[in-house]
């Protein structure tokens, strides 16, 4: 029953006054409330830590391309398979093998395919969607090199960002020194996911700009 309101006549309280002692006092209710669970906040667990998007999964296959300094346009192409995985304190890490893909000189789409050893690295750490690959020294066939169509030697740096789970790109920074001298700096690589090896696309994504080439027909 509701409290009286001010006003009421005399008599009227008089036969409520029994019943004022039922009316609740709202305060002294939350006050036993809070005394009685005390016990219970005081081991209620912290909320939850904000949770961190966990790392774009890049394990698969993909086309990955080198753009050089020397000759932007004419990218040197690998299948790149990667593999992610989690270590046991939580560190993400990579494994990844490039395998060159054979290039007729001054071509971007043939003939591309394997050829030569692949370049394989291991235990490469992910952090917040990014990864360096010091590859140290690189030898690359000639029959992979589309621009000079010589052999290659270069120490090499892959400085990656993991875009998503489709793309990932980055800067490659080194010297070459075979077939000759020169800073590679400015030099730029993209990889693209394929759902088939076999089946390579005739655009190529050479930078993290998704600028991409393709022969003329």
Same mark, same amino acid.
């Given at each position: 029953?509701?409290?009286?309101?001010? +006003?009421?006549?005399?008599?009227?309280?008089?036969?409520?006054?029994?019943?004022?002692?039922?009316? %609740?006092?709202?305060?002294?209710? /939350?006050?036993? /409330?809070?005394?009685?669970?005390?016990?219970? &906040?005081?081991?209620?667990?912290?909320?939850?830590?904000?949770?961190?998007?966990?790392?774009?999964?890049?394990?698969?296959?993909?086309?990955?391309?080198?753009?050089?300094?020397?000759?932007?346009?004419?990218?040197?192409? /690998?299948?790149?398979?990667?593999?992610?995985?989690?270590?046991?304190?939580?560190?993400?890490?990579?494994?990844?093998?490039?395998?060159?893909?054979?290039?007729?000189?001054?071509?971007?789409?043939?003939?591309?395919?394997?050829?030569?050893? %692949?370049?394989?690295?291991?235990?490469?750490?992910?952090?917040?969607?990014?990864?360096?690959?010091?590859?140290?020294?690189?030898?690359?066939?000639?029959?992979?090199?589309?621009?000079? +169509?010589?052999?290659?030697?270069?120490?090499? &740096?892959?400085?990656?960002?993991?875009?998503?789970?489709? /793309?990932?790109?980055?800067?490659?920074?080194?010297?070459?020194?075979?077939?000759?001298?020169?800073?590679?700096?400015?030099?730029?690589?993209?990889?693209?996911?394929?759902?088939? %090896?076999?089946?390579? %696309?005739?655009?190529?994504?050479?930078?993290?700009?998704?600028?991409?080439? &393709?022969?003329?027909?």
């Amino acid at each position: 029953m509701p409290c009286p309101r001010a +006003g009421a006549s005399l008599l009227g309280l008089s036969l409520l006054i029994p019943l004022l002692a039922g009316c %609740p006092d709202s305060e002294a209710k /939350f006050e036993e /409330f809070l005394d009685n669970t005390k016990d219970d &906040r005081d081991f209620m667990p912290p909320p939850p830590p904000d949770v961190m998007p966990a790392e774009a999964d890049i394990s698969g296959d993909f086309l990955l391309a080198v753009s050089t300094v020397i000759s932007p346009d004419l990218p040197l192409q /690998f299948i790149a398979t990667n593999t992610l995985t989690t270590d046991e304190m939580g560190n993400t890490l990579l494994a990844a093998c490039l395998q060159p893909l054979s290039l007729m000189q001054g071509k971007v789409n043939a003939p591309r395919e394997p050829i030569g050893d %692949p370049l394989c690295y291991s235990d490469i750490p992910v952090a917040d969607g990014k990864f360096d690959i010091d590859a140290g020294l690189v030898k690359v066939t000639g029959a992979a090199n589309p621009v000079t +169509g010589a052999d290659i030697e270069a120490t090499l &740096r892959m400085v990656a960002t993991i875009i998503d789970e489709e /793309f990932f790109c980055g800067d490659i920074e080194g010297d070459l020194s075979v077939p000759f001298a020169l800073d590679l700096k400015g030099s730029t690589f993209a990889a693209v996911r394929l759902e088939d %090896p076999a089946m390579l %696309p005739l655009d190529v994504t050479k930078n993290c700009k998704r600028d991409s080439v &393709r022969d003329k027909e």
